[in-house]
């Protein structure tokens, strides 16, 4: 069985945290976080994340902390998804690049920030269901 590796991010912004809205007309918007596919290039899983930071978000971000992963069973493949916590340095829209922002079929795919608060991440369509869970139990700690 193929095992893929994604490197995903939630992002701490000066009191806020900053996902992805994502959306397709006709369908409920969501909420996820920025990160992607390690691809054979990237060093680690750190050099993927940054990787995809910039591309999505055109962001740089500081030390990058993993504190959950999801494995998820897909077909012939395995997706294990490894999540981190980072502090968002700078971003610039204008910096964006990379396939999904190519792709006329990407749909809904910008930036949002909410407060630290578990009211605040509750309010969102936060995807996937188990990130969601985590992070309202952890969110108050993270904006200390």
Same mark, same amino acid.
């Given at each position: 069985?193929?095992?893929?590796?994604?490197?995903?991010?939630?992002?701490?912004?000066?009191?806020? %945290? !900053?996902?992805?809205?994502?959306?397709?007309?006709? @369908?409920?918007?969501?909420?996820?976080?920025?990160? #992607?596919?390690? $691809? &054979?290039?990237?060093?680690?899983?750190?050099?993927?994340?940054?990787?995809?930071?910039?591309?999505?978000?055109?962001?740089?971000?500081?030390?990058?902390?993993?504190?959950?992963?999801?494995?998820?069973?897909?077909?012939?493949?395995?997706?294990?998804?490894?999540?981190?916590?980072?502090? %968002? !340095?700078?971003?610039?829209?204008?910096?964006?690049? @990379?396939?999904?922002?190519?792709?006329?079929?990407? #749909?809904?795919? $910008? &930036?949002?920030?909410?407060?630290?608060?578990?009211?605040?991440?509750?309010?969102?369509?936060?995807?996937?269901?188990?990130?969601?869970?985590?992070?309202?139990?952890?969110?108050?700690?993270?904006?200390?």
């Amino acid at each position: 069985m193929r095992v893929r590796h994604k490197a995903r991010v939630v992002l701490l912004d000066d009191g806020h %945290l !900053v996902f992805l809205k994502r959306g397709w007309p006709g @369908g409920d918007p969501y909420c996820t976080t920025v990160g #992607g596919s390690v $691809e &054979p290039e990237d060093a680690d899983l750190e050099a993927a994340l940054r990787r995809e930071v910039l591309e999505e978000i055109g962001a740089t971000i500081g030390p990058a902390t993993e504190f959950l992963t999801l494995t998820e069973p897909c077909g012939t493949s395995t997706v294990v998804q490894h999540y981190f916590l980072a502090d %968002l !340095v700078a971003m610039d829209l204008d910096l964006r690049h @990379g396939p999904e922002l190519d792709d006329p079929d990407t #749909g809904l795919f $910008e &930036p949002v920030r909410v407060d630290v608060s578990r009211s605040a991440v509750a309010a969102l369509n936060l995807q996937p269901p188990e990130l969601a869970d985590y992070v309202r139990a952890h969110v108050e700690d993270w904006g200390a």
